[in-house]
């Protein structure tokens, strides 16, 4: 506890200015708890808040600020960045690709209209604000192998279409207003987290269920390649983003990656560490999404303009995932 209290506090006295309020939404979604750990070290407890729609446990009220905080609801929004002085707003809510096809209407809603309200708050209020896009930003006629930063995206499923838009209108919110706005592309982020309604979930899925019962059934074919990154290279990538003066920016959307695999490659990195494993396959609707995909993600602009490196590749993150995972499981 020493240790950690010893960091925050070099952390916070380095940065030679106050640390930014930092307002999380759609914080119990995959990402939200392990980012707001990751920022309140950097930052300090009480400037990162977590906010959802949903009743957290204990553990979460225990670990720092937690409130309700629904998207759709402008003025609530509103009275928060405003009580709890907001200075960045990290904009986590969003329906994923494969459940997005499933609830249409839903996800237009929390996608779409919940982006306009805190676009328009992040410029009301001045706030510097990260949207995650994704590899879902791109279709069938992007070129896939490798993906450039700047190409044809024109996506098919309502998730990717919404995080098209988002990314559209934060450049122009920035160009018309000089809105601070930050996206990165994400690949498939891995964490031992489930994440619930994403076409890369097997990633997750596979390490859940190996540990508990030694098999499965994996809803993409054995040779789908798909861009993917360790949950802590991602935070290190939002977190090292959001600091990088403007000046040093030659855009406001950059494709970040750490390595691409198919399941095939990844039952073969995970035989390294169990005896056996049963895996079949049977292709879903997910599949369809997949083949549209990236199948290697170009970073070489964040690699460039501001020193983005991953840490871990597919070895450590087998190694990683496994040690997570048991924890959870057993
Ligand atoms: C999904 O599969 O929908 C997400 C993503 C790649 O954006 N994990």
Redesign the pocket.
Known sequence: ATLKYNIRYYSVKSLNKSPPKILITGGLG?LGVECAKYLRNKYGRENVILSDIIKPSKEIINDGPYIFVDILDFKGLQKVVVNHRVDWLIHFSAL???I?EQNVPLAVRVNIEGMHNVIELAKQYKLRIFVPS???AFGPDSPRNPTPNVTIQRPRTI?GVS?VHAELLGEYYYHKFGLDFRCLR????ISSDP?G?????YAIAIFHEIIRKGQYKCYLNPQTR?PMMHLKDALRALSEYLEVPNEQLLRRCYNVTAMSFTPEELVQAMSKHVQEIKISYQPDSRQE?ADT?PQVFDDSEARRDWNWRPEIDLDNLVKLMFDEVREKVE
């Open positions: 995959q994923l690709s494969a997005g994704t590899i879902g998730y995080k994400f690949p498939g982020i994440p309604g994403g076409t890369t979930d798909l999404i995909w």
